[in-house]
């Protein structure tokens, strides 16, 4: 009789540690879940804004249409990626990026421009929204630090398969993201 009440209470334990690991798995799910639709809730904004910049710039800057072009082709690509797949987003949201810091720098070589109350006042609108962008940026690679490190280390890593652990990226800039915006005037 002894036998069996230690080998049920081994059992009972084991099934509660399989339930707590599985929460620990479901929650950190969640929580980079609703760190990524804070993002998201972001990057809707900064799709509508863009093309009331872009058509801002273009009465100044009529030669430069390949620059306006890829802003709107990176705005397009970004909002076409499927919301579920955050990996493909953020490569998309990397290159959207990219752009706008070519459109920006082309204030600089317009003076005009760089003083219309149109354009400065999207370009604030814009600032904010990136702000807001970076706050939530951090928080999501919080989240994705926090949900990865439990998935890779013990003990989720034991039973990570068996409850479809789901490994995310985290947002990060990409290198050509990183190197100065470079204007040419042909």
Known sequence: MVPFIVIGGIIVLIALFLISVFNKFVKNKNVVKDAWSNI??????????????????????KHEKSTLEA?????N??????????NAKIKAENQLQQTLRSIFALSE?????KANTNYLDLQEKLNTIEENLERSRRYYNGTVRENNTYGESFPGV??????????FDYFETDEVSRENVKVEFS
């Open 158 to 167: 034991l039973v990570a398969g068996m409850f479809n652990y789901q490994h």
């Open 77 to 86: 690509a970004a909002m076409e990626v499927p919301t579920g797949d955050i």
């Open 40 to 61: 998201d809730v972001a990057l809707k904004r900064r799709y509508d804004l863009i093309p009331n910049l872009v058509e801002t710039v273009k009465g100044y800057a």
């Open 109 to 113: 070589a317009y003076p005009d421009l």
């Open 71 to 75: 802003v709107i082709s990176a705005r």
